[in-house]
């Protein structure tokens, strides 16, 4: 917007609403000050006479910008209402200039202290007050910018946290996110002295079905086994976990030897009972999974990666005694 020609021609202030509360003691200054408001633009100007006025209107009606007297009647001065204000709205940001006929340099540190924003002396000409205006609009629309951006940032950072830990194809807890939740689960078992179960399942023959059905009937396959995975988790820090190519690990916290052994039935009769077709496997039409079961009690000091051993060993005596079972 280009200058005004002069004192009185003012270009509008602002085309959008916008409101002021001033704070002014002296009836015929606040009247003054007011028309000059509204002729630059102002669409609404909140008149105090006092402290306590100034805080119930603030507080009730949110201005856009606050101009405030310090010399007021009463106890409290313009520095407390200022201080009183900021109080008001933590997080918040509502631009205050103090507008006084105290034109000590300590003065007008004090209120840039208290909370203000800037400081004018009185008598003010009403384009110095319009420039004023302008220029901390012009800041509390960059706050409010920098506020949304943050918004975004922490969605998008958050988003971005769900997604290091998660696998595309199957939509279950990553390798990444499996080693970070097995280590704090071990922690929390041995905290709370109960036993801690981690299973590891492997699909039988499963080169040979993607040979037989192909590779994109594979990845299907291994969606399918994700969700029957995810279905047979029943308590809520269950975990189910795509480990590796078509190898999965489930977490189950609180689960001792034998309610892991009740865990691998209803896993396996799921699985029988969605008769995913794998017309290769020399086990049957259907995909089994072979499973290796490691239960570590509290106190034993057992570590992630001896469970991961263990459960590995217990896997592979699955397999070399025909699959389709579980092993602990
Ligand atoms: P076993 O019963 O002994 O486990 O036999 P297997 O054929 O399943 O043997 P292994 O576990 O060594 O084979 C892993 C095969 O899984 C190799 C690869 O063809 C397949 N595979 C691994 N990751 C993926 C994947 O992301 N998509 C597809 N389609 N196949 C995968
Ligand atoms: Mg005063
Ligand atoms: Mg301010
Ligand atoms: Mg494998
Ligand atoms: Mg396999």
Redesign the pocket.
């Known amino acids: 917007m280009s200058p005004p020609a002069s004192a009185n021609a003012f270009p509008q202030f602002l085309h959008e609403p916008f409101s002021v509360l001033l704070v002014e003691d002296q009836a015929s200054v606040r009247a003054t000050l007011a028309g000059e408001l509204r002729h630059v633009g102002v669409s609404e100007v909140l008149e105090a006479a006092s402290a306590d006025a100034a805080l119930q209107l603030f507080k009730l009606r949110r201005p856009d910008l606050v101009l405030l007297d310090i010399r007021l009647p009463g106890g409290n001065d313009g520095y407390w209402v200022a201080q009183r204000m900021r109080e008001a709205e933590p997080g918040g940001w509502t631009p205050i200039i103090f507008l006084s006929g105290l034109d000590g340099d300590l003065d007008v540190w004090r209120g840039i202290e208290a909370g203000g924003d800037d400081y004018l002396v009185k008598p003010v000409k009403p384009i110095v007050l319009a420039a004023k205006l302008r220029a901390m609009r012009r800041l509390r629309d960059m706050r409010r910018r920098l506020v949304e951006l943050t918004e975004e940032l922490h969605v998008a950072n958050q988003h971005l946290n769900e997604m290091v830990e998660m696998d595309p194809?199957t939509g279950l807890v990553n390798r990444r996110g499996f080693d970070r939740i097995l280590h704090s689960e071990i922690l929390a078992a041995r905290r709370d002295g109960v036993p801690l179960t981690l299973m590891l399942c492997?699909?039988?023959?499963?080169?040979?079905y993607?040979d037989t059905l192909g590779?994109v009937q594979?990845?299907a396959c291994?969606k399918e086994v994700g969700r029957v995975l995810h279905d047979v988790c029943m308590r809520p820090r269950d975990v189910a976990s795509r480990y590796?190519?078509?190898?999965f690990a489930l977490i189950l916290p609180n689960t001792p030897r034998s309610g892991a052994m009740t865990f691998a039935r209803a896993l396996g009769k799921l699985l029988k009972s969605r008769a995913i077709a794998h017309p290769g496997s020399p086990n049957g039409e259907t995909l089994t999974l072979?499973g290796g079961i490691t239960t570590c009690v509290p106190d034993d000091g057992t570590s992630a990666e001896t469970m991961l051993m263990r459960a590995d060993e217990a896997l592979y005596a699955a397999?070399a005694q025909g699959?389709d079972r579980f092993f602990s």
């Open positions: 194809l492997d699909l039988d023959h499963f080169k040979r993607n590779h594979g990845d291994l590796g190519g078509e190898e072979s397999k699959r």
